[in-house]
């Protein structure tokens, strides 16, 4: 006997990128999408993450992979304009060191599931609406395995059944 399976339905006309920043700490998040991958909308996203991030922080830690963008000019000057943040790249092929990566398959649940898009305008939207239900619904990001309800057991000592 096999599990009934339901794969996941979603698909979008058109081309684009959607970068994200992630507080675990408080569960936060903000998502913005772009629809080219490039340094300048890199650099626009980051200003936008400046702007939500409180000015009382002291420091930013922004983990990232080793994608060229990430290490550019651009970003050496972003982050000379912007002495409280601190930039940490990730191992290569270490993807699971970054919060960041579980959470994106939860906001691709949220977003995506069973749905279809016509254009790369209906994808934003339905991120921005998966990221405001998320912030809505926000909890403290906990790494490592999930802890599932256990039922408790009486204290005592195990029915034996006698044996004629």
């Known amino acids: 006997m096999q599990r009934a399976k339901l794969e996941v339905d979603y698909e979008h006309h058109g081309k684009g ?18 629809t080219r991958r490039t340094t300048a909308n890199w650099i626009t996203f980051l200003d936008q993450v400046e702007q939500w991030v409180s000015p009382q922080v002291e420091r930013v830690y ?20 912007h002495p409280r943040w601190e930039f940490v790249y990730q191992p290569t092929r270490a993807a699971y060191l970054n919060l960041i990566e579980p959470w994106w398959k939860n906001l691709r649940s949220l977003a995506f599931y069973g749905q279809s898009f016509e254009s790369w305008e209906q994808l934003c939207e339905a991120v921005k609406k998966a990221t405001g239900y998320w912030n809505a619904h926000r909890h403290p990001f906990v790494w490592g395995k999930r802890r599932r309800h256990q039922a408790r057991r009486a204290p005592g000592v195990a029915l034996v059944t006698a044996h004629p």
């Not at 990128?17 to 772009?34: K, M, N, Q």
């Not at 970003?75 to 304009?81: C, N, Q, V």
């Open 17 to 34: 990128y959607v970068f994200g920043a992630f507080r675990p700490a408080t569960g936060e998040a903000l998502t913005s999408g772009f």
């Open 62 to 81: 922004a983990i990232m992979d080793n994608l060229a963008m990430h290490k550019g000019t651009d970003t050496l000057l972003f982050s000379l304009a």
